[in-house]
């Protein structure tokens, strides 16, 4: 069989193996076959067939239980192994190993070249901090061992696609290391959004620095808003007779911020709304009225919002953080610790938008602690919740 022809073959075997092979975060090395190999006849044409097999790659990161070949640059090193099979005894020292990177996002690999059965190598990124709405290819790349037998170079070679390549939650752990932050997430902290409102970056995974603490954030705050939205005080019994009109039977409840107690109720019977109508609804105190009677049950509206349609950014990776306008590659989003929360085109009776973002804020408050629930304009512009430039209130833990 001539050199090309035993190449040739060679190339289809290796093929096969890589198709069928499960190298991966499960599977680890890939079960008992070699995961690329090549072949030739040296010493004649009687002579003895002689392989090239790489036998195993892969990588065992802090606290990983199970090899796998997806890898984080630089903190993980990835292994990779070779055996010769019936060649010359000390020949499997002798091999000698490249690794190329793939794409200009993937830096050099370190060491790029070795010689011995076992290479160890740590990559490296390309990859800018500019900021994306889109997410990063992977880093891989391609390794090849290769060695002379008796005149004859044989040469495996591992494709990227099938085994040195990132996976997907690694992509995401990359963009954390690129940017230098100062939290650095684990495996176990990147998983599928429970809700994918909470999903406002650029995979298919979010990153929480505690697992389920953003679903329970925004709860908590939808909790809250409608709490302080229904909170009129029932200051005179239904039925009471004899009261002055002017009495006030239902107050609007504890000062809002900047835009003061807000009334939820709408008087009822003979009784009148003794402050501003907003939209129509009455956002003040309910007086008695002409029969001095309380008629007025407080919180007649019984207002409920569901803060989950007002989500305009809660978990958001590095690059999408900064494509979106933060200045801080340590943004409580990119530690799924924050929620962004607009509410300028909801309805609710009695409220305009101002009134709203104040109400939000009051929620945030109220869960997260003052200086931790702010209403801004953009990622960097800080306002007064009644602001009429206010797009949105951040509340953050």
Not at 10 to 16: D, K, R
Not at 101 to 114: N, Q
Not at 234 to 263: H, I, Y
């Amino acid at each position: 069989m001539d050199l090309d022809r035993a190449r040739r073959l060679a190339w289809v075997l290796c093929a096969s193996l890589v198709a069928s092979c499960t190298c991966g975060r499960d599977a680890g090395t890939g079960g008992s076959g070699p995961l690329a190999e090549d072949a030739a006849q040296v010493g004649g044409a009687n002579g003895r067939r002689v392989a090239l097999e790489i036998t195993e790659a892969f990588v065992k990161g802090t606290g990983q239980a199970a090899p796998r070949t997806s890898f984080l640059s630089p903190e993980e090193k990835i292994t990779v192994r070779a055996r010769l099979i019936n060649a010359p005894d000390g020949t499997e020292d002798r091999i000698r190993w490249t690794v190329r990177p793939v794409g200009p996002h993937t830096g050099p690999a370190v060491p790029a070249t070795f010689v011995g059965k076992e290479l160890s190598f740590q990559g490296s990124s390309s990859n800018g901090r500019a900021g994306s709405r889109q997410p990063n290819p992977p880093l891989e790349y391609e390794v090849i061992a290769s060695a002379k037998v008796e005149g004859q170079t044989l040469e495996a070679r591992l494709p990227p696609t099938s085994f040195i390549r990132q996976d997907e939650p690694d992509i995401v752990r990359q963009e954390y290391a690129d940017y230098g932050t100062s939290f650095q997430p684990r495996l176990a902290q990147i998983s599928m959004p429970r809700r994918a409102i909470l999903n406002t970056g650029n995979y298919a995974f979010i990153v929480e620095e505690d697992e389920g603490k953003l679903e329970e954030l925004l709860a908590q705050v939808e909790q809250e808003a409608n709490r302080i939205l229904n909170d009129d005080v029932q200051e005179q019994k239904v039925k009471t007779r004899g009261l002055r009109p002017d009495t006030v039977v239902v107050s609007p409840g504890p000062s809002v911020l900047e835009v003061g107690p807000l009334g939820d109720t709408e008087p009822q019977g003979d009784d009148v709304c003794g402050g501003p109508r907003v939209k129509g609804a009455c956002a003040g105190p309910i007086l008695a009225g002409r029969n001095g009677i309380a008629e007025t049950t407080a919180n007649n509206r019984k207002v409920r919002v569901d803060l989950s349609q007002l989500v305009t950014s809660a978990y958001r990776n590095p690059q999408r953080n900064r494509a979106v306008g933060s200045k801080s590659p340590d943004s409580r989003h990119t530690r799924g610790r924050a929620l962004d929360l607009d509410p300028r085109a909801l309805t609710v009776p009695g409220k305009d938008s101002r009134q709203l973002m104040c109400v939000l804020e009051a929620a945030g408050d109220r869960i997260v602690g003052s200086g931790n629930s702010f209403t801004e304009r953009g990622s960097a512009t800080f306002l007064d919740c009644n602001d009429v430039a206010a797009d949105h209130v951040h509340i953050q833990r």
